[in-house]
Protein backbone atom coordinates (compact mmCIF):
# COMPACT_ATOMS: atom_id res chain seq x y z
CA UNK A 1 0.00 0.00 0.00
CA UNK A 2 2.91 2.57 0.99
CA UNK A 3 4.12 2.21 -2.76
CA UNK A 4 0.65 2.49 -4.62
CA UNK A 5 1.05 5.85 -1.94
CA UNK A 6 3.52 6.75 -3.00
CA UNK A 7 2.36 6.08 -6.77
CA UNK A 8 -0.09 8.42 -6.11
CA UNK A 9 1.54 11.04 -4.43
CA UNK A 10 4.55 10.96 -7.04
CA UNK A 11 2.06 11.54 -10.20
CA UNK A 12 -0.20 13.77 -8.41
CA UNK A 13 2.99 16.53 -7.39
CA UNK A 14 4.45 15.34 -11.38
CA UNK A 15 0.82 16.46 -12.82
CA UNK A 16 0.94 19.81 -10.68
CA UNK A 17 4.33 20.51 -11.15
CA UNK A 18 3.98 20.65 -14.88
CA UNK A 19 0.61 22.51 -14.71
CA UNK A 20 2.17 24.97 -12.61
CA UNK A 21 5.29 25.21 -14.26
CA UNK A 22 3.27 25.52 -17.69
CA UNK A 23 1.03 28.53 -16.44
CA UNK A 24 4.01 30.07 -14.51
CA UNK A 25 5.79 30.01 -18.09
CA UNK A 26 3.22 31.32 -19.80
CA UNK A 27 2.28 33.79 -17.20
CA UNK A 28 5.74 35.32 -17.25
CA UNK A 29 5.94 35.39 -20.84
CA UNK A 30 2.90 37.43 -20.97
CA UNK A 31 3.54 39.61 -18.25
CA UNK A 32 6.90 40.11 -19.82
CA UNK A 33 5.21 40.89 -23.50
CA UNK A 34 3.08 43.46 -21.60
CA UNK A 35 5.50 45.39 -19.83
CA UNK A 36 7.45 45.38 -22.94
CA UNK A 37 4.73 46.93 -24.42
CA UNK A 38 4.07 49.80 -21.90
CA UNK A 39 7.82 50.71 -21.90
CA UNK A 40 7.96 50.99 -25.56
CA UNK A 41 4.58 53.16 -25.44
CA UNK A 42 6.39 55.25 -22.15
CA UNK A 43 9.47 56.00 -24.24
CA UNK A 44 7.61 56.65 -27.63
CA UNK A 45 5.34 59.00 -25.65
CA UNK A 46 8.84 60.70 -24.08
CA UNK A 47 10.19 61.39 -27.10
CA UNK A 48 7.63 62.82 -29.05
CA UNK A 49 6.79 64.99 -25.58
CA UNK A 50 10.61 66.17 -25.64
CA UNK A 51 11.02 66.42 -29.17
CA UNK A 52 8.10 68.37 -29.60
CA UNK A 53 9.02 70.39 -26.70
CA UNK A 54 12.40 71.27 -28.07
CA UNK A 55 10.63 72.16 -31.70
CA UNK A 56 8.67 74.40 -29.52
CA UNK A 57 11.02 76.03 -27.22
CA UNK A 58 13.85 76.59 -29.62
CA UNK A 59 11.59 78.62 -32.12
CA UNK A 60 10.41 81.11 -28.94
CA UNK A 61 14.29 81.33 -27.80
CA UNK A 62 14.99 82.12 -31.68
CA UNK A 63 12.10 84.59 -32.59
CA UNK A 64 11.55 85.88 -28.61
CA UNK A 65 14.65 88.87 -28.92
CA UNK A 66 13.19 89.96 -32.17
CA UNK A 67 9.70 90.46 -30.63
CA UNK A 68 11.16 93.19 -28.23
CA UNK A 69 9.74 96.78 -29.51
CA UNK A 70 7.46 95.05 -32.20
CA UNK A 71 3.45 95.42 -31.74
CA UNK A 72 2.89 92.09 -30.80
CA UNK A 73 3.48 92.05 -27.28
CA UNK A 74 6.57 89.99 -25.51
CA UNK A 75 4.54 88.52 -22.67
CA UNK A 76 1.77 87.48 -25.11
CA UNK A 77 4.11 85.28 -27.13
CA UNK A 78 6.18 84.23 -23.67
CA UNK A 79 2.21 82.89 -22.57
CA UNK A 80 1.41 81.38 -25.26
CA UNK A 81 4.71 79.93 -25.80
CA UNK A 82 4.41 78.23 -22.13
CA UNK A 83 0.87 77.12 -23.00
CA UNK A 84 1.78 75.17 -25.84
CA UNK A 85 4.88 73.33 -23.10
CA UNK A 86 1.60 73.06 -20.28
CA UNK A 87 -0.68 71.39 -23.01
CA UNK A 88 2.26 68.87 -24.35
CA UNK A 89 3.13 68.25 -20.75
CA UNK A 90 -1.13 67.22 -20.07
CA UNK A 91 -0.98 65.06 -23.44
CA UNK A 92 2.34 63.75 -21.91
CA UNK A 93 0.09 63.32 -18.76
CA UNK A 94 3.82 63.88 -16.95
CA UNK A 95 6.07 67.08 -16.56
CA UNK A 96 8.42 68.84 -19.17
CA UNK A 97 11.49 70.71 -17.91
CA UNK A 98 12.72 73.57 -19.96
CA UNK A 99 16.35 74.42 -19.14
CA UNK A 100 19.39 76.86 -20.74
CA UNK A 101 22.14 75.48 -22.11
CA UNK A 102 23.76 75.31 -18.90
CA UNK A 103 21.74 73.41 -17.56
CA UNK A 104 20.04 75.91 -15.47
CA UNK A 105 16.20 75.71 -15.09
CA UNK A 106 14.26 77.98 -16.27
CA UNK A 107 10.82 76.66 -15.35
CA UNK A 108 8.82 73.31 -15.42
CA UNK A 109 5.49 72.49 -16.84
CA UNK A 110 2.35 70.28 -15.85
CA UNK A 111 -0.88 69.58 -16.87
CA UNK A 112 -2.44 72.44 -14.98
CA UNK A 113 0.39 75.39 -16.16
CA UNK A 114 4.22 76.24 -15.22
CA UNK A 115 6.26 76.73 -12.55
CA UNK A 116 9.55 77.51 -11.03
CA UNK A 117 11.43 75.33 -8.40
CA UNK A 118 11.94 77.09 -5.37
CA UNK A 119 15.29 74.65 -4.09
CA UNK A 120 16.51 73.37 -7.17
CA UNK A 121 17.56 75.95 -10.04
CA UNK A 122 20.46 73.43 -11.72
CA UNK A 123 20.12 70.63 -13.39
CA UNK A 124 22.75 67.89 -12.63
CA UNK A 125 25.99 68.24 -14.54
CA UNK A 126 25.67 64.51 -15.48
CA UNK A 127 22.49 64.99 -17.21
CA UNK A 128 23.80 68.10 -18.74
CA UNK A 129 27.02 66.56 -20.24
CA UNK A 130 25.47 63.64 -21.30
CA UNK A 131 22.76 66.25 -23.93
CA UNK A 132 26.31 68.50 -24.63
CA UNK A 133 28.47 65.48 -25.83
CA UNK A 134 25.48 62.08 -26.65
CA UNK A 135 22.54 64.39 -27.61
CA UNK A 136 20.68 62.46 -24.87
CA UNK A 137 19.71 61.64 -20.97
CA UNK A 138 17.74 59.03 -19.84
CA UNK A 139 17.09 57.68 -15.91
CA UNK A 140 14.51 57.03 -13.94
CA UNK A 141 15.11 58.24 -10.80
CA UNK A 142 13.95 61.67 -8.88
CA UNK A 143 15.92 63.53 -11.75
CA UNK A 144 18.18 65.93 -8.80
CA UNK A 145 15.56 65.93 -6.76
CA UNK A 146 13.64 67.65 -8.74
CA UNK A 147 10.74 65.16 -8.50
CA UNK A 148 9.72 63.54 -5.04
CA UNK A 149 9.27 60.11 -6.67
CA UNK A 150 10.79 58.07 -9.21
CA UNK A 151 10.12 59.39 -12.67
CA UNK A 152 11.06 58.10 -15.88
CA UNK A 153 13.25 60.92 -17.48
CA UNK A 154 14.33 61.73 -21.20
CA UNK A 155 16.50 64.74 -21.84
CA UNK A 156 17.45 66.62 -25.60
CA UNK A 157 19.00 69.47 -27.03
CA UNK A 158 16.53 72.58 -27.77
CA UNK A 159 19.42 73.45 -30.87
CA UNK A 160 18.72 75.91 -33.38
CA UNK A 161 19.53 75.25 -37.62
CA UNK A 162 23.06 76.22 -37.06
CA UNK A 163 23.64 73.27 -34.45
CA UNK A 164 24.17 75.67 -31.71
CA UNK A 165 22.07 74.42 -28.35
CA UNK A 166 19.99 77.28 -27.15
CA UNK A 167 18.61 75.29 -24.31
CA UNK A 168 17.29 71.83 -23.07
CA UNK A 169 14.29 70.07 -22.42
CA UNK A 170 13.12 67.05 -19.74
CA UNK A 171 10.38 65.13 -20.54
CA UNK A 172 9.46 63.26 -16.90
CA UNK A 173 6.53 60.45 -16.33
CA UNK A 174 5.94 58.70 -13.22
CA UNK A 175 7.05 54.78 -12.85
CA UNK A 176 4.15 54.72 -10.39
CA UNK A 177 2.01 54.15 -13.95
CA UNK A 178 4.10 51.22 -14.74
CA UNK A 179 4.24 49.66 -11.37
CA UNK A 180 0.90 50.09 -11.67
CA UNK A 181 0.61 48.27 -14.08
CA UNK A 182 2.74 45.89 -13.59
CA UNK A 183 1.04 45.14 -10.22
CA UNK A 184 -2.65 45.17 -11.40
CA UNK A 185 -1.22 42.57 -14.33
CA UNK A 186 0.71 40.35 -11.02
CA UNK A 187 -1.99 40.15 -9.21
CA UNK A 188 -4.74 39.56 -11.62
CA UNK A 189 -2.24 36.59 -13.36
CA UNK A 190 -1.29 35.33 -9.57
CA UNK A 191 -5.29 35.45 -8.71
CA UNK A 192 -5.92 33.38 -12.08
CA UNK A 193 -2.86 31.00 -11.04
CA UNK A 194 -4.82 30.61 -7.76
CA UNK A 195 -7.85 29.64 -9.12
CA UNK A 196 -6.33 27.35 -12.06
CA UNK A 197 -4.47 25.51 -9.45
CA UNK A 198 -7.00 24.43 -7.19
CA UNK A 199 -8.93 23.51 -10.18
CA UNK A 200 -5.93 21.64 -10.99
CA UNK A 201 -5.50 19.98 -8.07
CA UNK A 202 -9.31 18.86 -7.78
CA UNK A 203 -8.84 17.58 -11.44
CA UNK A 204 -5.54 16.06 -11.08
CA UNK A 205 -6.80 14.22 -7.76
CA UNK A 206 -9.30 12.77 -9.70
CA UNK A 207 -7.15 11.91 -12.80
CA UNK A 208 -4.68 10.22 -10.61
CA UNK A 209 -6.85 8.48 -8.13
CA UNK A 210 -8.51 6.75 -11.54
CA UNK A 211 -5.52 5.99 -12.35
CA UNK A 212 -4.18 4.49 -9.43
CA UNK A 213 -7.80 2.58 -8.25
CA UNK A 214 -7.53 -0.29 -10.24
CA UNK A 215 -3.55 -0.65 -9.17
CA UNK A 216 -5.00 -0.94 -5.85
CA UNK A 217 -7.72 -3.23 -6.28
CA UNK A 218 -5.48 -5.49 -8.23
CA UNK A 219 -2.72 -5.32 -5.24
CA UNK A 220 -5.86 -6.14 -2.89
CA UNK A 221 -6.72 -8.95 -4.78
CA UNK A 222 -3.60 -10.20 -5.27
CA UNK A 223 -2.93 -10.32 -1.62
CA UNK A 224 -6.16 -12.47 -1.33
CA UNK A 225 -4.51 -14.44 -3.64
CA UNK A 226 -1.40 -15.14 -1.17
CA UNK A 227 -3.95 -16.18 1.51
CA UNK A 228 -5.63 -18.73 -0.44
CA UNK A 229 -9.02 -16.54 -1.76
CA UNK A 230 -8.66 -16.68 -5.80
CA UNK A 231 -12.28 -15.71 -6.00
CA UNK A 232 -11.19 -12.00 -6.28
CA UNK A 233 -11.77 -10.32 -9.05
CA UNK A 234 -10.80 -6.55 -10.66
CA UNK A 235 -13.65 -4.19 -11.48
CA UNK A 236 -12.82 -3.60 -15.26
CA UNK A 237 -12.43 0.16 -15.82
CA UNK A 238 -14.85 1.90 -18.22
CA UNK A 239 -12.36 3.95 -20.19
CA UNK A 240 -10.14 1.45 -23.33
CA UNK A 241 -7.07 2.38 -22.06
CA UNK A 242 -4.37 0.45 -20.65
CA UNK A 243 -5.52 0.14 -17.36
CA UNK A 244 -8.66 -1.68 -19.14
CA UNK A 245 -6.24 -4.36 -20.84
CA UNK A 246 -4.32 -5.05 -17.54
CA UNK A 247 -7.52 -5.32 -15.73
CA UNK A 248 -8.76 -7.85 -18.36
CA UNK A 249 -5.85 -9.87 -18.46
CA UNK A 250 -5.44 -9.91 -14.29
CA UNK A 251 -8.78 -11.36 -14.04
CA UNK A 252 -8.10 -13.91 -16.72
CA UNK A 253 -5.18 -14.54 -15.04
CA UNK A 254 -7.12 -14.70 -11.69
CA UNK A 255 -9.29 -17.23 -13.62
CA UNK A 256 -6.14 -19.24 -14.99
CA UNK A 257 -4.59 -19.65 -11.26
CA UNK A 258 -8.47 -20.22 -9.80
CA UNK A 259 -8.43 -23.14 -12.49
CA UNK A 260 -5.03 -24.31 -11.30
CA UNK A 261 -5.60 -24.70 -7.91
CA UNK A 262 -8.40 -26.33 -8.27
CA UNK A 263 -6.65 -29.00 -10.75
CA UNK A 264 -4.49 -29.01 -8.13
CA UNK A 265 -6.88 -29.89 -5.40
CA UNK A 266 -8.46 -32.29 -7.79
CA UNK A 267 -5.01 -33.85 -8.87
CA UNK A 268 -4.21 -33.97 -4.56
CA UNK A 269 -7.98 -36.24 -4.45
CA UNK A 270 -7.54 -37.89 -7.60
CA UNK A 271 -3.91 -39.19 -7.17
CA UNK A 272 -4.79 -39.84 -3.48
CA UNK A 273 -8.12 -42.11 -4.28
CA UNK A 274 -6.50 -43.19 -7.10
CA UNK A 275 -3.23 -44.76 -4.97
CA UNK A 276 -5.45 -45.76 -1.95
CA UNK A 277 -8.01 -47.84 -4.07
CA UNK A 278 -5.46 -50.30 -5.51
CA UNK A 279 -3.38 -49.86 -2.31
CA UNK A 280 -6.31 -50.77 0.41
CA UNK A 281 -6.86 -53.89 -2.11
CA UNK A 282 -3.48 -55.20 -2.59
CA UNK A 283 -2.69 -54.71 1.53
CA UNK A 284 -6.24 -56.44 2.18
CA UNK A 285 -5.43 -59.51 0.05
CA UNK A 286 -2.22 -59.83 0.86
CA UNK A 287 -2.89 -59.53 4.96
CA UNK A 288 -5.46 -62.50 4.13
CA UNK A 289 -2.86 -64.67 2.47
CA UNK A 290 -0.57 -63.62 5.40
CA UNK A 291 -2.85 -64.52 7.90
CA UNK A 292 -4.46 -67.67 6.24
CA UNK A 293 -7.90 -66.27 5.83
CA UNK A 294 -7.26 -66.25 2.49
CA UNK A 295 -7.17 -70.13 1.15
CA UNK A 296 -4.63 -71.59 0.19
CA UNK A 297 -6.44 -72.86 -3.48
CA UNK A 298 -7.95 -69.01 -3.37
CA UNK A 299 -4.40 -67.52 -3.47
CA UNK A 300 -3.86 -67.71 -6.77
CA UNK A 301 -7.15 -65.86 -7.62
CA UNK A 302 -6.20 -62.99 -5.57
CA UNK A 303 -2.60 -62.75 -6.28
CA UNK A 304 -3.94 -62.43 -9.83
CA UNK A 305 -6.24 -59.05 -8.59
CA UNK A 306 -3.25 -57.68 -6.75
CA UNK A 307 -1.25 -58.19 -9.93
CA UNK A 308 -3.65 -56.00 -11.60
CA UNK A 309 -3.73 -53.33 -9.34
CA UNK A 310 0.32 -53.42 -9.32
CA UNK A 311 -0.41 -52.77 -13.43
CA UNK A 312 -2.80 -50.52 -13.01
CA UNK A 313 -0.52 -48.11 -10.23
CA UNK A 314 2.39 -48.44 -12.92
CA UNK A 315 -0.17 -47.47 -15.49
CA UNK A 316 -1.22 -44.31 -12.89
CA UNK A 317 2.42 -43.68 -12.49
CA UNK A 318 3.79 -43.70 -15.97
CA UNK A 319 0.54 -41.13 -16.88
CA UNK A 320 1.91 -38.71 -14.52
CA UNK A 321 5.34 -39.08 -15.59
CA UNK A 322 3.90 -38.91 -19.11
CA UNK A 323 2.45 -35.35 -18.45
CA UNK A 324 5.34 -34.33 -16.81
CA UNK A 325 7.90 -34.94 -19.72
CA UNK A 326 5.11 -33.18 -21.76
CA UNK A 327 4.84 -30.41 -19.69
CA UNK A 328 8.52 -29.90 -19.36
CA UNK A 329 8.84 -30.43 -23.00
CA UNK A 330 11.67 -33.39 -22.01
CA UNK A 331 9.64 -35.54 -24.60
CA UNK A 332 10.72 -34.39 -28.22
CA UNK A 333 9.28 -35.57 -31.35
CA UNK A 334 11.23 -38.14 -33.24
CA UNK A 335 9.64 -38.01 -36.69
CA UNK A 336 9.78 -41.21 -38.72
CA UNK A 337 7.80 -42.11 -41.56
CA UNK A 338 5.18 -45.22 -41.04
CA UNK A 339 1.95 -46.93 -42.03
CA UNK A 340 -0.68 -45.75 -39.63
CA UNK A 341 -3.21 -48.28 -41.43
CA UNK A 342 -0.76 -51.44 -39.86
CA UNK A 343 -0.39 -49.54 -36.64
CA UNK A 344 -4.48 -49.17 -36.03
CA UNK A 345 -4.76 -53.06 -37.16
CA UNK A 346 -2.10 -53.93 -35.12
CA UNK A 347 -3.69 -52.12 -32.01
CA UNK A 348 -7.29 -53.30 -32.51
CA UNK A 349 -5.88 -56.96 -32.45
CA UNK A 350 -4.58 -56.15 -29.12
CA UNK A 351 -8.17 -55.67 -27.89
CA UNK A 352 -9.49 -58.59 -29.38
CA UNK A 353 -10.14 -60.30 -26.16
CA UNK A 354 -11.83 -57.19 -24.77
CA UNK A 355 -14.04 -56.95 -27.81
CA UNK A 356 -14.77 -60.72 -27.92
CA UNK A 357 -15.49 -60.69 -23.77
CA UNK A 358 -18.18 -57.59 -24.56
CA UNK A 359 -19.62 -58.84 -27.99
CA UNK A 360 -18.08 -55.67 -29.25
CA UNK A 361 -19.02 -55.41 -33.24
CA UNK A 362 -15.64 -53.68 -34.33
CA UNK A 363 -15.86 -51.99 -38.58
CA UNK A 364 -12.87 -50.93 -39.49
CA UNK A 365 -13.02 -48.36 -42.23
CA UNK A 366 -9.42 -47.83 -43.45
CA UNK A 367 -6.68 -47.41 -46.12
CA UNK A 368 -4.63 -50.74 -47.16
CA UNK A 369 -1.73 -48.39 -46.61
CA UNK A 370 -1.48 -45.04 -45.47
CA UNK A 371 1.76 -43.67 -44.99
CA UNK A 372 2.07 -40.33 -42.79
CA UNK A 373 5.83 -39.01 -41.31
CA UNK A 374 5.54 -38.29 -37.15
CA UNK A 375 6.30 -39.52 -34.17
CA UNK A 376 5.49 -43.30 -34.14
CA UNK A 377 5.50 -43.89 -30.09
CA UNK A 378 3.31 -40.62 -29.78
CA UNK A 379 0.56 -41.46 -32.47
CA UNK A 380 0.01 -45.29 -31.17
CA UNK A 381 -0.18 -43.85 -28.02
CA UNK A 382 -2.95 -41.28 -29.81
CA UNK A 383 -4.46 -44.11 -30.95
CA UNK A 384 -4.28 -46.64 -28.31
CA UNK A 385 -5.95 -44.67 -25.85
CA UNK A 386 -8.52 -43.88 -27.76
CA UNK A 387 -9.35 -47.08 -28.82
CA UNK A 388 -9.10 -48.23 -25.27
CA UNK A 389 -11.44 -45.40 -24.52
CA UNK A 390 -13.94 -46.86 -26.72
CA UNK A 391 -13.28 -50.12 -25.57
CA UNK A 392 -14.04 -49.13 -21.91
CA UNK A 393 -17.45 -47.23 -22.67
CA UNK A 394 -19.04 -48.86 -25.04
CA UNK A 395 -22.18 -51.54 -23.61
CA UNK A 396 -22.33 -54.83 -23.69
CA UNK A 397 -22.99 -55.84 -27.87
CA UNK A 398 -22.24 -52.20 -28.73
CA UNK A 399 -20.41 -50.91 -32.10
CA UNK A 400 -17.17 -49.35 -32.55
CA UNK A 401 -16.41 -48.05 -35.90
CA UNK A 402 -12.74 -46.28 -36.99
CA UNK A 403 -12.52 -44.33 -40.05
CA UNK A 404 -9.23 -43.03 -41.40
CA UNK A 405 -8.65 -41.02 -44.06
CA UNK A 406 -6.40 -38.44 -45.57
CA UNK A 407 -6.84 -35.30 -47.41
CA UNK A 408 -5.42 -31.95 -48.59
CA UNK A 409 -2.09 -32.88 -46.20
CA UNK A 410 -3.84 -33.64 -43.16
CA UNK A 411 -4.34 -37.15 -41.70
CA UNK A 412 -7.88 -37.65 -40.09
CA UNK A 413 -9.31 -40.48 -37.42
CA UNK A 414 -12.99 -40.90 -36.20
CA UNK A 415 -13.60 -43.15 -33.17
CA UNK A 416 -17.24 -43.97 -32.58
CA UNK A 417 -18.93 -46.11 -30.26
CA UNK A 418 -21.81 -46.75 -28.87
CA UNK A 419 -22.68 -46.64 -24.78
CA UNK A 420 -23.75 -44.07 -22.10
CA UNK A 421 -22.21 -41.17 -23.63
CA UNK A 422 -20.72 -37.65 -21.99
CA UNK A 423 -22.49 -35.56 -20.69
CA UNK A 424 -23.02 -32.17 -21.74
CA UNK A 425 -21.79 -30.42 -18.56
CA UNK A 426 -18.64 -32.86 -19.16
CA UNK A 427 -17.86 -32.51 -22.59
CA UNK A 428 -16.03 -29.20 -22.67
CA UNK A 429 -13.69 -30.69 -19.75
CA UNK A 430 -12.67 -34.20 -21.03
CA UNK A 431 -8.90 -33.44 -22.45
CA UNK A 432 -8.08 -31.43 -18.78
CA UNK A 433 -5.76 -33.19 -16.51
CA UNK A 434 -7.51 -35.53 -14.19
CA UNK A 435 -10.96 -34.91 -15.18
CA UNK A 436 -13.01 -37.71 -13.98
CA UNK A 437 -16.52 -36.82 -16.12
CA UNK A 438 -16.18 -40.31 -17.21
CA UNK A 439 -17.70 -41.81 -14.11
CA UNK A 440 -21.27 -40.61 -15.38
CA UNK A 441 -20.44 -43.30 -18.44
CA UNK A 442 -19.24 -46.31 -16.20
CA UNK A 443 -19.24 -45.87 -12.48
CA UNK A 444 -17.08 -49.63 -12.55
CA UNK A 445 -14.41 -47.80 -15.07
CA UNK A 446 -11.20 -46.98 -13.60
CA UNK A 447 -9.31 -44.46 -14.77
CA UNK A 448 -6.38 -41.83 -13.87
CA UNK A 449 -7.94 -38.83 -15.66
CA UNK A 450 -4.63 -38.14 -17.42
CA UNK A 451 -5.39 -40.43 -20.44
CA UNK A 452 -7.33 -37.73 -22.93
CA UNK A 453 -5.33 -35.11 -21.69
CA UNK A 454 -2.08 -36.86 -22.78
CA UNK A 455 -4.02 -37.55 -26.11
CA UNK A 456 -4.62 -33.55 -26.85
CA UNK A 457 -0.96 -32.51 -25.92
CA UNK A 458 0.73 -35.08 -28.15
CA UNK A 459 -1.74 -34.25 -30.82
CA UNK A 460 -1.30 -30.78 -30.41
CA UNK A 461 2.35 -31.48 -30.71
CA UNK A 462 2.01 -32.25 -34.31
CA UNK A 463 -0.01 -29.65 -34.94
CA UNK A 464 -2.86 -31.31 -35.53
CA UNK A 465 -6.45 -30.48 -33.60
CA UNK A 466 -9.15 -33.19 -31.14
CA UNK A 467 -12.70 -32.71 -30.48
CA UNK A 468 -15.10 -35.02 -29.00
CA UNK A 469 -19.05 -34.81 -29.37
CA UNK A 470 -21.52 -37.31 -28.19
CA UNK A 471 -25.07 -37.31 -28.23
CA UNK A 472 -27.74 -39.55 -29.34
CA UNK A 473 -26.24 -42.82 -27.84
CA UNK A 474 -22.52 -42.46 -29.63
CA UNK A 475 -19.59 -40.76 -28.87
CA UNK A 476 -17.14 -39.92 -31.60
CA UNK A 477 -13.92 -38.44 -31.23
CA UNK A 478 -12.03 -37.04 -33.83
CA UNK A 479 -8.31 -35.98 -34.48
CA UNK A 480 -6.33 -34.52 -37.29
CA UNK A 481 -2.27 -34.39 -38.32
CA UNK A 482 -0.19 -33.06 -40.56
CA UNK A 483 0.78 -36.23 -42.85
CA UNK A 484 4.26 -34.82 -42.55
CA UNK A 485 6.10 -32.61 -40.20
Not at 454 to 465: A, C, E, Q, S, Y
Amino acid sequence: MKGLKSIFLKNFIIYSLVVMLSFTALGGAFIYQISRYAAEERDSALNFAARRASSITTTYMQTAPNMIGSSFSLQTYNDMYRASIVNLAENLGGILFVCDSQGKLLFFATGEGCYTHEDVTQVSQDAVKAIQEDGRFSEMGSFSGLLTSPHYTLGIPASGEDGQMLGMVFASLSADSSLKLFINISSTFILMIFIVFLVVLVVTYVMVDSTVRPLKNIAAAARNFAHGDFSCRVAVPKRRDELYALTISFNHMADAIENMETQRRDLIANVSHDLRTPMTTIGGFIDGILDGTIKPEKQEYYLKIISEEIRRLSRLANSMVEVSRLESGERALNKTTFDISEMVRRIVLGFEKQLTDKEIDLTLDIPDKLEISADHDAIFQVVYNLTDNAVKFTDQAGKIIIYLSAKGGKMQMNIVNTGPGIGPEAIDHIFERFYKGDRSRGSKVTSSGLGLYIVKTLVGRHGGDIYAKSGDGQTEFCFTIPTSL
